[in-house]
C-alpha cells in the first residue's frame, strides 16, 4: 500500500505563533491527552478507518492505494493543537498504533506493517515539525503562509516516506520502485494539502462564513456542480465537459476560499484518481492501471492544487482592505478631532487678542496716559505680535473648515488678468514689497476660470505674499496666466529665491511645516500654503510648485477655463 491523494488544500489557519515540534519541555500535556482525549482518539480512529478503506479501494482495482486520506488527517488535527512535547510525544504514539492496527487489519504481514507505519509516521512528524517551523505560523490566509504550508509540509515532507516505501516494496515485493515512489509521493502530498488544510480551515471565522442559509446554499449547490462535473469525466460514459472545470474550480475558490476549495480538492481527487484506477476516464485508454492513477495525481496536484495560491491572494486582498478602511477610519476621526481643537483654539484665542490689541493701540496713541518713546516702540511691537496671532487664529479656523467641508464657494466666471492686478496693487502696499517689483506678464488672450474669486485671491495673496518674504534675493515676483490645451487655465506665482529642494517640496503643503525657516528672521506659521492646497481643491483645481535650488520657484494652480 502506499500513497495517498486524497484531498487538497489548506484552509484558514490562524494560529498566534509560529509553533515548532516539542516548543516547551512540558506543560502538562500528558494530564491534558488523559482529560480530554476525544479528538485525539477519533482522529486515530479516523486513521485506521482511512487506511482500511484505502486499502481495500486499491486492492479491489488491482493497485496500490493512490487514494490516500489519514495522514492528512493526522497532519491536521496534530497542528490544531501546541502543547508541548509530552502531548506531542503521547499522540504520536497514539498515530502509530493507529496504523499498526489498520495495517494489520487489512492483512499485511509483519514486515509490510512495519515498513508502512514506519513510512506513515516519519512522513507525518516531518510534515508536523516542518509547517511548525517554516509554516509562517501556519497563516494559512496569506501568500507566504500558504507557499510555506506547500513547500514544506505538502511537497517535501512526503519525500523521505516515498522513498522508504518505494525501496520496501521493491524487495519485499518485487514493485516498479518509481511508479511506486511517485504515487506514495504525490497521493500523500494530496493527503496533507487537501484533508490536512481542510482541518486546519475549520477554523470558526471559516466557519461563520458559510453560516448564513444563503451562503450554505451555495456553498452545496457549488460543491454539488464541481462533484457531478467530475463524476462526468470520470465514470463510464467519460463525457466531454472537462472544460468547465477551472472556471468552475475558480469560482468556488472565490466564493468559498478555503473551506470551499479544500472539499472541492478533494471531490476533484477522490473521482479522479479513483475513476481512473477503475479504468475509467480520458486516461484510461492512453495508460495501464498505475500510470492511470499517476496521471489523475497529477492532474489532481498540478491543476487544482495552485488554486489555494488564489485564495491565499484573495485573503490577503480581503485583510489589506479591512486593515485599510480600519486606518482610514482611525484617521478621519483624529482628523475630525483636530479640526474640533483648532476651531475651538481659535475661537478662544480671537476675544482676549482683541482685547490686547484695542489696549495697545491705546497705548501706543497715548490714550491711556503720557508715554514715552520706548513705552510707544513696546506698544506697536505688541500690537503687531497680537495683530499675528489674530491671523493665526484666523487661519486656523479656516484650516478647521475646510478640513471639515464646512468652507463654501461660489464658483463663478472670473476674469484672472483683472484678478492679477488686484492682487498685485494690495501687494506693493505691504512693507515687505519694499525694494521688489512685482509684474504682471502681459498675456495675449482673456483668461476666464471658473472659480470663487474672493477664495482664489487668499490663495494667490498667499503666493504673493510668501514670494515677497522668500525671495528677496530675486528682487522680482512675477505673476502669469496661460491657457492649456486640455481646457485649463495655470496661473503662476515666480520668485527667484533660493529655491526648493525636492525633499522639501514632498513637505511643502504640510500645515505648521516651515521647512526649517521657523528659525529664520521671516514671520510666518506654515498654514498658508496647507489652507492654499485646500481651497484649491475645494474650486475642483490642482496645485503644485516647481524649483530647483538656487534657481527660485514657481507656485501655479490650475482651474477649467470658464
Not at 490562524?14 to 482518539?41: N, Q, Y
Not at 491536521?76 to 504520536?92: E, I, N, P, Y
Not at 492511470?292 to 480581503?318: F, K, N
Request: charged fraction near 20%; hydrophobic fraction near 50%.
Amino acid at each position: 500500500m502506499s500513497v495517498s491523494p486524497v484531498l487538497d488544500t489548506p484552509g484558514a489557519v490562524r494560529p498566534a505563533r509560529t509553533w515548532r515540534l516539542g516548543s516547551r519541555l512540558d506543560d502538562g500535556g500528558a494530564a491534558l491527552f488523559v482529560s480530554k482525549p476525544f479528538e485525539p482518539i477519533a482522529a486515530a480512529l479516523g486513521v485506521i478507518a482511512l487506511v482500511v478503506l484505502a486499502v481495500l479501494f486499491a486492492r479491489s482495482a488491482g493497485l496500490i492505494a493512490a487514494l490516500w486520506g489519514a495522514g492528512g488527517l493526522a497532519v491536521g488535527v496534530w497542528l490544531r493543537r501546541d502543547r508541548g512535547r509530552t502531548w506531542d510525544l503521547c499522540f504520536a504514539a497514539l498515530l502509530t498504533m493507529a496504523i499498526a492496527v489498520a495495517e494489520i487489519l487489512v492483512g499485511n504481514g509483519f514486515e509490510q506493517t512495519v515498513l508502512f507505519t514506519a513510512a506513515n509516521m516519519l512522513e507525518i512528524v516531518l510534515a508536523v515539525g516542518l509547517a511548525r517551523r517554516f509554516g509562517d505560523g501556519l497563516n494559512l490566509t496569506t501568500i507566504n503562509g500558504v507557499m510555506r504550508f506547500l513547500a514544506t509540509a505538502v511537497l517535501l515532507a512526503p519525500l523521505p516516506s516515498a522513498v522508504l516505501a518505494a525501496a520496501g516494496l521493491g524487495v519485499l515485493q518485487g514493485a516498479d520502485v518509481a511508479t511506486t515512489f511517485l504515487t506514495w509521493w504525490l497521493g500523500h502530498a494530496l493527503s496533507i494539502a487537501g484533508v490536512g488544510g481542510l482541518i486546519l480551515g475549520l477554523s470558526r471565522p471559516e466557519a461563520l462564513r458559510l453560516r448564513p442559509p444563503a451562503r450554505a446554499l451555495e456553498a452545496a449547490v457549488l460543491l454539488s456542480l464541481v462533484g457531478l462535473l467530475f463524476y462526468s469525466i470520470f465514470s463510464p460514459w467519460v463525457a466531454p465537459v472537462g472544460v468547465l472545470s477551472a472556471p468552475l474550480a475558480l469560482l468556488v475558490a472565490v466564493r468559498l476560499r478555503f473551506i470551499g476549495m479544500s472539499a472541492a480538492i478533494i471531490l476533484i481527487t477522490t473521482f479522479a484518481v479513483g475513476g481512473s484506477m477503475q479504468g475509467h476516464g480520458p486516461y484510461a485508454a492512453l495508460f495501464d492501471g498505475p500510470g492511470r492513477a499517476v496521471m489523475a495525481q497529477v492532474l489532481a496536484l498540478v491543476g487544482y492544487l495552485p488554486i489555494l495560491i488564489v485564495v491565499a491572494v484573495l485573503e490577503e486582498r480581503d485583510g489589506l482592505t479591512r486593515k485599510a478602511k480600519a486606518a482610514q477610519l482611525r484617521a478621519e476621526r483624529a482628523s475630525d478631532g483636530k479640526s474640533r481643537l483648532l476651531a475651538n483654539v481659535s475661537h478662544e484665542i480671537k476675544s482676549p487678542i482683541a482685547g490686547v490689541i484695542g489696549i495697545g493701540e491705546l497705548w501706543r496713541e497715548g490714550k491711556l496716559g503720557t508715554t514715552t518713546e520706548t513705552q510707544v516702540e513696546m506698544a506697536e511691537m505688541l500690537v503687531k505680535t497680537a495683530r499675528q496671532i489674530e491671523t493665526l487664529a484666523y487661519d486656523l479656523l479656516d484650516v478647521a473648515r475646510a478640513e471639515a467641508g464646512a468652507v463654501s464657494v461660489d464658483l463663478k466666471p472670473v476674469d484672472v488678468p483683472a484678478l492679477l492686478e488686484d492682487i498685485r496693487r494690495s501687494a506693493i502696499l505691504h512693507p515687505e514689497s519694499q525694494g521688489m517689483r512685482i509684474e504682471i506678464q502681459p498675456v495675449s488672450t482673456r483668461q476666464v476660470v471658473t472659480a470663487d474669486s474672493v477664495r482664489l485671491n487668499q490663495v494667490l495673496s498667499n503666493f504673493v505674499s510668501n514670494g515677497l518674504k522668500y525671495g528677496r534675493s530675486g528682487g522680482v515676483v512675477r505673476l502669469k496666466a496661460g491657457s492649456r490645451a486640455d481646457g485649463w487655465v495655470r496661473i503662476e506665482v515666480t520668485d527667484r529665491g533660493p529655491g526648493l529642494s525636492e525633499a522639501k517640496q514632498a513637505e511643502l503643503f504640510e500645515p505648521f511645516n516651515r521647512l526649517g525657516m521657523e528659525r529664520s528672521t521671516v514671520e510666518g506659521h506654515g498654514i498658508g500654503l496647507a489652507l492654499a492646497k485646500r481651497l484649491v481643491e475645494l474650486q475642483g483645481g490642482r496645485i503644485g510648485v516647481d524649483s530647483r535650488e538656487g534657481h527660485g520657484a514657481t507656485f501655479w494652480v490650475e482651474l477649467p477655463a470658464a
